[in-house]
């Protein structure tokens, strides 16, 4: 891991925290955050989602996050024992239950960001295998997610040293979300690029900055998506090293899970209700254990996928010289080879 600031190294207590978390709206603003079933559906085409009907510009937020004011302790906090993720309204600066949150309202740190499962965001959000056309959401357990894109920087170029200028104003407002690992400013195109140490952190960076106005002046907000892969080969075969490693470990803590829970069976898809009709003496699972099902059933499904592929190539029979002399290279290659070469 690559070095992290000591006030990003661990979760704080209740008692370092020192205050409950304070309530940020009074809830005028949830309706216009509030999830829609379908609208994650984009069409690049129009360049709009399923339920953009109108043709109107963006829109700037009206809440951000302020972690100095904002931050503090809360349900979540009081029991060191829940798995709890952050709260995406208290990242929007829109949350409404204050102290009462059953999530976190601070800042994640690298404690967190190892807790968090590749399966999920730190908002506790499912990702998938493969980025939104558009480069929004969640994100891909496939890929890195440490780097996000901003786009529609406001550059006043009558300015002297204008570039300085906005190197510190993007430094300055995404820097409380988490530890930087370098920011590149490409002015010709309005655009810039920052890349975290930690992936919790540029998931929360993501949510919190997006639609907000930065610059003075500034009319149309800026936008955040995530980059897309650093086509640089070195970057790119560190990204996978660094993704294989973390799909092992997960892997290795379900397993733990798994033990350490007598009732949990995930050898087969999770079982519906109406299996144990006729068995007065089933126990439904808990939250908890089916939540584990669920991502061990998933990991189950990758880790099938992989070794189906490994067998084809494998099975392939080799005829020429050249092909027998490549032979002699090929278990090298399937060594280096790491779960998400596979996945991808």
Not at 76 to 95: E, I, M, N, R, V
Not at 237 to 260: G, H, I, W, Y
Request: net charge neutral; charged share 30%; proline share 4%.
């Amino acid at each position: 891991m690559d070095k992290v600031p000591v006030e990003f190294k661990r979760k704080p207590t209740v008692e370092e925290l020192k205050r409950p978390a304070r309530a940020q709206s009074d809830g005028s603003l949830q309706s216009n955050l509030a999830y829609k079933e379908g609208g994650e559906l984009y069409n690049i085409w129009y360049g709009k989602y399923q339920f953009d009907y109108d043709k109107r510009g963006k829109l700037a937020s009206k809440t951000k996050c302020v972690p100095e004011k904002d931050s503090g302790w809360t349900k979540a906090d009081q029991d060191p024992s829940t798995k709890s993720h952050f709260c995406l309204y208290f990242a929007k600066g829109a949350c409404v239950n204050g102290s009462k949150c059953k999530y976190f309202h601070r800042i994640p740190t690298e404690e967190d960001d190892a807790l968090v499962s590749p399966m999920y965001d730190v908002f506790g959000r499912e990702r998938h295998a493969q980025h939104k056309d558009d480069m929004t959401g969640t994100g891909s357990f496939n890929k890195e997610c440490r780097t996000i894109f901003v786009g529609d920087l406001y550059i006043n170029r009558s300015k002297t040293n204008y570039l300085e200028g906005v190197n510190k104003v993007i430094k300055r407002e995404f820097s409380v979300w988490g530890p930087v690992d370098y920011i590149r400013v490409i002015p010709s195109k309005n655009i810039a690029f920052i890349r975290y140490f930690l992936r919790s952190s540029a998931e929360f960076a993501k949510a919190a900055m997006e639609n907000q106005i930065i610059f003075k002046g500034q009319t149309e907000p800026i936008t955040v998506r995530w980059a897309y892969d650093d086509p640089n080969p070195t970057s790119m075969e560190n990204s996978k090293k660094r993704n294989a490693e973390e799909v092992e470990k997960m892997v290795s803590n379900l397993e733990t899970e798994k033990k350490s829970k007598p009732d949990l069976q995930v050898n087969n898809e999770i079982e519906g209700f109406f299996c144990h009709l006729n068995n007065l003496n089933y126990n439904v699972p808990s939250e908890e254990v089916v939540k584990i099902q669920k991502d061990y059933y998933r990991v189950e499904k990758i880790l099938e996928s992989i070794k189906t592929s490994k067998a084809k190539n494998s099975g392939k029979s080799v005829t020429s010289c050249e092909e027998s002399n490549n032979e002699e290279k090929e278990p090298n290659k399937q060594e280096d080879n790491s779960i998400y070469d596979v996945v991808l």
